[in-house]
């Protein structure tokens, strides 16, 4: 049984530049979210699919960010041109959609992301 | 989803309890108690999550006041290793999905 999977685990880029982050969910895991952390802070929510549909998107995803779950299984999030401000820890957890009561979120090992 | 407030740091003993406090005055009636952990330059680590009652599990103890106005999370043995950034949260129960939202968490550090 393996857990939910983030790569690249650790990204560098220039100012400006394009970034694709992939995650991959526990095996069928029908939620899945996008949290970003900056030093020093907890984990921020960015976005959450269900299945393939994204239901809800935070504010702090501008339009330079993009996530996609096209099967309902791996997602990605794309970072068009990225700013010096983007640099974070870009986490993912999924979740399985219960009857009743609440879903617990595992989280990967997040993608760390440095623009320069 | 109700504001949590936690100490930003605490030390324990290793071997000893780990007591982590967690107030959350303005909980609803449908919302859980979530706790995760975060050690350095990982992912968080889901705990344990509760409603009403007592909830245990390999990883810890939760106590719920009765009045669900506070929590304490237990670590009954405390290793080095449970050195981590606790966080409590509290979030809604409805299916339809919702957020975690994480406050700034309680340091936790475990000396030899």
């Known amino acids: 049984d393996t857990g939910v999977s983030q790569n690249p685990r650790h990204k560098i880029t220039k100012r400006g530049q394009n970034v694709t982050f992939r995650c991959d969910p526990i095996?069928?895991?029908?939620?899945l979210y996008w949290y970003r952390q900056t030093l020093g802070q907890g984990p921020e929510f960015l976005t959450y699919?269900?299945?393939?549909?994204?239901?809800?998107k935070s504010r702090l995803l501008s339009d330079r960010f993009s996530a996609e779950r096209p099967k309902g299984s791996f997602s990605t999030l794309e970072i068009q041109r990225t700013e010096q401000g983007d640099s974070a820890m870009y986490l993912c957890a999924s979740s399985l959609l219960p009857l009743a009561s609440t879903d617990t979120q595992y989280f990967g090992p997040g993608t760390r992301l440095t623009v320069l | 989803d109700a504001k949590t407030t936690q100490p930003p740091s605490m030390d324990c003993a290793e071997g000893r309890a780990a007591n982590l406090p967690c107030n959350h005055s303005t909980i609803s009636g449908n919302e859980y108690v979530y706790w995760y952990r975060q050690i350095h330059s990982q992912g968080p680590q889901y705990i344990i999550h509760g409603l009403k009652n007592n909830e245990t599990n390999e990883m810890a103890s939760l106590i719920i006041t009765e009045d669900r106005k506070s929590s304490t999370l237990i670590l009954p043995h405390a290793t080095l290793r449970d050195t981590a950034v606790y966080y409590c949260i509290v979030r809604s129960g409805e299916t339809s999905g919702s957020r975690l939202t994480f406050g700034e968490g309680t340091q936790l550090t475990v000396n030899p």
């Open positions: 699919f269900q299945n393939e549909a994204q239901l809800e």
């Open positions: 095996s069928e895991h029908n939620r």
